[in-house]
């Protein structure tokens, strides 16, 4: 069942992006992302971890991506040119590309029995549900750190709104 | 039951493709997209170490990164407004003004 689930919702997340980097036009791309981000709210549900996917859902595909769009929309974003970016960007980066999968997966995979396997369901300390801990944890002994975070989110809203201002 | 390597192969492939896509695309927002993709692939393989070690420690990172990738999507695209207005192109090939 589990299986499943994942290789479903995997192979969905991979064809999402690539489907991004094929598109030509830039709407298409965030529609994509779209695609991979929700596939990846019900593997991250499938991990025990249900706030997160609550959140994956809410933030990224309704929060980041709208304002994604909205851009797009507002600048009348066109198809992209192909033309011929920095040549090291060919040279150098493609290929570290692919060497950082082969090397990530194949530790990973040698390193599978270690691993384990998931199950479905509560794991964690039972009979405390997902969200409550990672409240408890959150108001508890990382309360500073949460507290920092808004005054981020705050510096990011006043940037914002002093660069996308008419007169810079 | 699924060997939580095969979770862990999953974000390295989209991490992969993340960053093809930020070297090949020429659209500026485009680019931006792909971070957001480079991102994600990371907070999947958080999620999966978390259920891994049994611990909510890697669940609430995730939270803070979903945190700072909203607050870093609100802020580069109000610079790649501010650029548009500058340059009225989003080609990033046409903005080399540090070029040479």
């Known amino acids: ?38 596939s990846l709210a019900v593997l991250y549900w499938s991990l025990g971890a249900e706030f997160l996917a609550a959140a994956q859902v809410i933030v990224y595909s309704g929060a980041i991506m709208v304002l994604f769009v909205f851009v797009i929309m507002l600048l009348n974003a066109g198809e992209e040119e192909r033309t011929h970016g920095s040549r090291i960007a060919y040279i150098a980066g493609i290929p570290g590309a692919a060497a950082i999968f082969c090397l990530l997966s194949f530790v990973f995979l040698s390193e599978k029995k270690q691993l384990g396997m998931t199950q479905l369901g509560g794991y964690l300390t039972s009979a405390v549900s997902n969200i409550s801990e990672i409240s408890h944890t959150l108001f508890t002994s990382l309360l500073l750190p949460f507290e920092v975070t808004s005054i981020l989110i705050l510096v990011a809203i006043l940037g914002a709104v002093v660069l996308a201002r008419k007169e810079l | 039951m699924v060997p939580i ?45 978390a259920h891994m070690w049994h611990q909510i420690s890697g669940q609430i990172f995730v939270f803070f990164v979903m945190v700072v990738a909203a607050a870093e999507a609100a802020v580069g695209l109000a610079i790649i407004i501010a650029l548009f207005r500058v340059r009225q192109t989003l080609n990033v090939d046409q903005v080399n003004l540090l070029k040479n």
Request: charge should be positive.
């Open chain 1, 1 to 38: 069942m589990q299986i499943a689930l994942f290789i479903i919702f995997g192979l969905l997340a991979v064809a999402g992006a690539l489907n991004l980097l094929f598109q030509r036009h830039p709407i298409n791309s965030a529609l994509s992302l779209i695609v991979v981000m929700m």
């Open chain 2, 5 to 49: 390597a095969y979770y862990l192969v999953l974000a390295a492939i989209l991490f992969s493709i993340g960053a093809g896509a930020f070297l090949i695309k020429r659209n500026v927002i485009t680019i931006f997209m792909s971070i957001e993709l480079m991102l994600n692939a990371v907070n999947l393989t958080f999620v999966a170490f």
